[in-house]
DNA sequence: TTGATTGCAAAGCATTTGCATGCTA
DNA sequence: TAGCATGCAAATGCTTTGCAATCAA
């Protein structure tokens, strides 16, 4: 925990000087928005974040939120995802290895991975068609083990028994 | 062509077949769509798809071409896609092998690859997290070949010149 | 003081839905 | 004839923008 909040503090000295660099303001809302997303460890959409921050100060607006997410991406320390429902999730970005997501189009879990081999493999085919990769994104998409379980425990109980899909549609 | 022709004729017995099924209805609309759609080779939005099928039949509607899309996906003969600028497009599925895209962030062109090595990473990454993969998605982002070129002449004529972005935001 | 920032309300966009009318089977 | 299909307009959901008031530098 004393070790997490040097980081929140190498990551807000981070967003100052980004703030600073760009000639923008320090103000109070953003930092709690800083704040709170630090804190947060899950892909957060601007909704959910906006739901919790409202909380700790309730004059912070819906718009502030979605601006200083932006700011947060900019100064390198969020990262957009999307996991395929349309909206946009932010990630930390600052420290943390890249990674790819597993989502689950039951329960709507996230699962990340890595894999240095797909990584390379993916340099690799750029490489041939002459084009120079900035950044990637790989999603697969499928039944996560709890409700491959899930699913089993309920046929045996109630055979038609619907799945419950929180990705509406299917992401190509 | 004349091999385009007898492809059409099995795509079309497929959603003919698919319309029956389900009890649905041949219409006029829905068969100008198809066939749109069947003669179009690129990635197709909806809007795009709309665009072209007025020109063929005024009477269609958007809202229509946005349905019979949704159809054609159930039917298997299309596939959703996203490019990563918010919106829907479709390319073609049936008898089209599955492929992963790279999408250029200053021309938007849509190279489409595939690689087995890449699949089976995959698969063996989601066994190890006990998950059971339905689809998945791959884009990289980047720079191609033409416009890195491009990019190089113009850097030398006018150093200080603006790329036109068509994707615009980060893809996670 | 000056110009960035905020929050509200309104606008934007892509997509979906309600509904009266039109058509297919 | 029954009920699916259509197309318009209105609604939706997420995100962005305009703008007057507020606040940091």
């Given at each position: 925990?004393?070790?997490?909040?040097?980081?929140?503090?190498?990551?807000?000295?981070?967003?100052?000087?980004?703030?600073?660099?760009?000639?923008?303001?320090?103000?109070?809302?953003?930092?709690?928005?800083?704040?709170?997303?630090?804190?947060?460890?899950?892909?957060?959409?601007s909704e959910d974040l906006?739901?919790?921050?409202?909380?700790?100060?309730?004059?912070?607006?819906?718009?502030?939120?979605?601006?200083?997410?932006?700011?947060?991406?900019?100064?390198?320390?969020?990262?957009?995802?999307?996991?395929?429902?349309?909206?946009?999730?932010?990630?930390?970005?600052?420290?943390?290895?890249?990674?790819?997501h597993m989502i689950c189009?039951?329960?709507?879990?996230?699962?990340?991975?890595?894999?240095?081999?797909?990584?390379?493999?993916?340099?690799?085919?750029?490489?041939?068609?002459?084009?120079?990769?900035?950044?990637?994104?790989l999603r697969i998409l499928?039944?996560?083990?709890?409700?491959?379980?899930?699913?089993?425990?309920?046929?045996?109980?109630?055979?038609?028994?619907?799945?419950?899909?929180?990705?509406?549609?299917?992401?190509?």
């Open positions: 925990m004393a070790q997490k909040a040097e980081e929140f503090k190498k990551e807000k000295e981070i967003f100052l000087e980004h703030i600073q660099k760009s000639g923008l303001r320090r103000t109070a809302q953003r930092e709690t928005i800083l704040e709170v997303f630090l804190r947060t460890e899950e892909h957060l959409s906006y739901r919790i921050v409202r909380n700790e100060d309730p004059n912070v607006g819906q718009t502030t939120v979605y601006r200083t997410l932006k700011l947060l991406t900019e100064a390198g320390l969020a990262r957009e995802v999307r996991l395929g429902d349309g909206r946009t999730y932010y990630e930390h970005h600052f420290d943390h290895e890249h990674h790819d189009t039951e329960c709507g879990e996230v699962i990340e991975f890595f894999s240095q081999e797909i990584e390379e493999l993916q340099d690799a085919m750029a490489e041939k068609f002459g084009f120079k990769p900035t950044h990637h994104s499928g039944i996560c083990k709890n409700c491959k379980k899930k699913e089993k425990d309920l046929q045996s109980a109630a055979p038609g028994a619907q799945p419950r899909i929180r990705v509406k549609t299917t992401i190509g």
